[in-house]
């Protein structure tokens, strides 16, 4: 039985749209009762940003521009161009797999526009990399564990040759011998190859691996000692505020209009 479509999808959308894509996911996300990642989600696979935009028919759809100047056309005869002109600013020619992608504000989608108001928990980034971290260890010491089973891979290679061979038929009554070309094994090879060295290579990159679990673990720990510090600082200052006040309405004398006050502060926990 197929699931249910959730309401508050198209609900969501509906929102969106009549904001004409200014309201915040987050918003949506709270209006609504449902998380941020599924609102984003949503939006995603529904097309909301395309929706919003129109879908803009070319009529002339099935006819393949092949581009370029009609056949003989010579308006460029004589131009040797710009060898050494630089391409627009912004210009994505040379993005092979985006490692090192130079990004501008103003080419960013509205998905990704999104992702940058999104606020981001440190606690929560560095705790999902140190669940990535470890699976990526499960599974790298599941390989060396793999590839010790057997220490040696056995890798055959064969030699075919395109050999004639003579093949008696009959034609117009009489047995006629005619070519028939075979590929024929001519030499057979099995070659042990050591898997020593693709032990050393997972194991190269199981210490990496290591380091940075290590390192994110400890990075996990500082920002957990840090929001305690600052629990314990900001305790801190509450109390100096207090003992403060205190001094001035005794420095004052004034008990009765004070006496309240004094009370109030004395229900404020010390911190040692």
């Known amino acids: ?3 249910q479509r959730d309401p508050r999808r198209d609900q969501a959308k509906e929102i969106w749209l009549k904001s004409d894509g200014e309201k915040l996911l987050k918003d949506i996300a709270k209006e609504i009762g449902v998380s941020d990642s599924q609102i984003r989600k949503w939006k995603s696979i529904d097309k909301w940003s395309a929706e919003l935009k129109g879908n803009v028919t070319n009529d002339k759809g099935n006819v393949t521009n092949q581009g370029g100047a009609p056949l003989g056309n010579q308006n460029a005869k004589g131009n040797k161009g710009n060898s050494r ?3 627009p600013k912004g210009n994505k020619n040379a993005v092979t797999t985006g490692e090192y992608e130079n990004l501008y504000n103003q080419y960013l989608n509205d998905d990704e526009k999104d992702l940058l108001r999104t606020e981001v928990d440190s606690f929560f980034v560095l705790q999902n990399e140190i669940n990535l971290l470890r699976v990526r260890q499960s599974r ?5 564990a793999e590839a010790e089973k057997d220490l040696n891979e056995n ?3 064969l030699l075919y040759e395109l050999r004639g061979r003579k093949k008696i038929v009959e034609s117009k009554g009489k047995q006629v011998a005619v070519n028939n070309p075979e590929l024929i094994v001519t030499e057979k090879r099995v070659k042990k190859t050591p898997k020593i060295d693709l032990i050393l290579r997972i194991e190269d990159a199981l210490t990496r691996v290591n380091n940075s679990l290590t390192k994110a673990i400890k990075q996990l720990s ?4 840090n929001k305690t510090r600052k629990k314990l600082m900001n305790a ?4 100096t505020k207090a003992q403060t006040t205190r001094a001035l309405i005794n420095k004052d004398g004034d008990e009765d209009e004070g006496g309240t006050v004094i009370n109030i502060i004395d229900d404020i926990p010390k911190v040692n």
């Open 1 to 3: 039985m197929a699931r």
């Open 85 to 87: 002109a630089s391409p």
């Open 140 to 144: 790298m010491l599941k390989r060396i």
């Open 155 to 157: 890798e055959q290679h």
């Open 222 to 225: 500082d920002v957990d000692m």
């Open 236 to 239: 801190q200052i509450d109390y």
